[in-house]
């Protein structure tokens, strides 16, 4: 409002940046970014009326690809809706589907250390068909329909569900690399072959590359492109576990923000971190 007031009055307004944090695993769990948990906030960020840029924080080893997307478009829909330039600013790991996020952005700034890349799609599980036979273990499955049961890891894997299940990883990765091309296109410096192929790179082979655009942090990048006066405004605080999160959960609760807490430290253990 003092803002609004002030710029009615010709008066000097600083310069007003809102910062929306992506970080952790994107999709599953509940703890994992999804467009229903963070549409509010997205909003939020594009709210305020003469907006100086919406930053992207992000730290995300990436994860469901439709999520990933959904999030993405929604951000590229306000963003051209209020006129208003987009900045991603990487921290700890931008990769996969986080790497997908950071393309929403017109511009993306990442540290010397952080991880970018691995544009790709991935499928892991585990066989435990040795297992359950050295067990004695007798399985029964029954379905209505052929392949109901399809990649079953108690069965041994057979090579028409393994074709089918790289078919649908093939289609998504090409959906992954239209969006880059798309976001990116003329500013990759590599052949696709190189780019797409699942890998990835600190930042200075990253700008190299072309994947982002500059080596630096949010704070300083914000000022020196906005002035030292530039209000930099939290939509979304950090989540922490603190022990208030804890009271008035079940048993089960609690259980299932563990699995997903050494889930996401999986994930991210992948790239080191």
Known sequence: MLRRLKRLAGLPVSPLVSVLRLSGVIGGGRRGLSLETLEGHIAEAFA???LAAVALSINSPGGSPVQSALIARRIRALAAEKSVPVLAFVEDVAASGGYWLACA???????????????GVVSAGFGFTGLIEKLGVDRRVHTSGASKSMLD????EKPAEVAHLQSLQAE????????????????LAAPEAELFDGAFWAGQQSLTLGLIDRL????????????????????NPPRGPGLGRLIGLDAGSITDGVID???????FARFGM
């Open 48 to 50: 305020p009326s003469g």
């Open 105 to 119: 952005a017109d511009e993306i700034t990442a540290h010397g250390c952080s991880i970018i890349g691995s544009i």
């Open 153 to 156: 890891p108690f069965q041994v």
């Open 172 to 187: 998504m990765h090409e959906a992954f690399k239209q969006w880059i091309r798309e976001r990116r296109g003329g500013r």
């Open 216 to 235: 630096g942090d949010m704070r300083s990048t914000l000022r020196e492109r906005f002035g030292e006066n530039v209000i930099i405004r939290l939509v």
């Open 261 to 267: 807490s050494l889930s996401e430290r999986a994930i």
